[in-house]
């Protein structure tokens, strides 16, 4: 199947400052990615979906303004968390599928812990 | 997205076939069933997906109803590492702005 990497794959950052999460398909061109949260024991979240070129279309109850995602290039994506807070403790998972990729692949994950 | 139900969790000895099952009884026409797993603290993985036809991969094979309101994941020979939330998802294919829209998933248990 085809490949995501997510980068940092943990991070630990204090409240009021941003953190940068970078998604990159590796061996295919994405599209389409998209962004997912998950709290301990709940399933996935989907946040927001960006096409390439394109502003990312998020999902109800979802801070745009909070949750900055660029999708610049086919295979980098970044979600930028922006005055992180507790709250925002989570796993960040981010996916990408293509024009040959009809499935969604998924990256490893990345563990935000804010203090 | 059509709903799917799955049970909570199961059990599957090592080395014996797991069977995991899947209710989407609302599922259209266009709809595929995919199944992806997620092993603990790892982002999800892509098993397969199939339309009407079972499906057979390197991974699992895919049964499907022939009135496509149900399917099952199998396992042949579970391993320990096997352990993981399995997700049975319906939706389109391909599309790039077609969601997956996560269920709760059934939590299968390789016991040694």
């Known amino acids: 199947g085809a490949v995501v990497s997510q980068h940092p794959s943990w991070v630990i950052c204090k409240s009021g400052t941003s953190v940068k999460i970078e998604c990159r398909s590796l061996d295919f061109q994405a599209t389409t990615m998209f962004w997912y949260r998950q709290f301990p024991k709940q399933s996935l979240m989907l946040m927001a979906t960006s096409n390439e070129g394109s502003k990312a279309t998020y999902e109800q109850g979802v801070e745009k303004d909070k949750f900055l995602i660029n999708h610049a290039s086919l295979t980098l994506s970044t979600l930028t968390v922006t005055s992180a807070h507790p709250e925002d403790s989570s796993f960040y998972i981010c996916?990408?599928?293509?024009?040959?990729?009809?499935?969604?692949?998924f990256g490893p994950g990345t563990r935000l812990l804010v203090l | 997205d059509a709903k799917t139900t799955q049970p909570p969790s199961m059990d599957c000895a090592e080395g014996r076939a797991a069977n995991l099952p899947c209710n989407h009884s609302t599922i259209s026409g266009n709809e595929y069933v995919y199944w992806y797993r997620q092993i603990h603290s790892q982002g999800p993985q892509y098993i397969i997906h199939?339309?009407?036809n079972n499906e057979t991969n390197e991974m699992a094979s895919l049964i499907i109803t022939e009135d496509r309101k149900s399917s099952t994941l199998i396992l042949p020979h579970a391993t320990l590492r096997d352990t993981a939330v399995y997700y049975c998802?319906?939706?389109?294919?391909?599309?790039?702005?077609?969601?997956?829209?996560f269920g709760t998933g059934t939590l299968l248990a390789v016991q040694p």
């Open positions: 996916s990408g599928t293509g024009t040959h990729v009809g499935t969604q692949y």
């Open positions: 998802i319906v939706r389109p294919h391909g599309g790039a702005t077609n969601k997956l829209i």
């Open positions: 199939g339309l009407k």
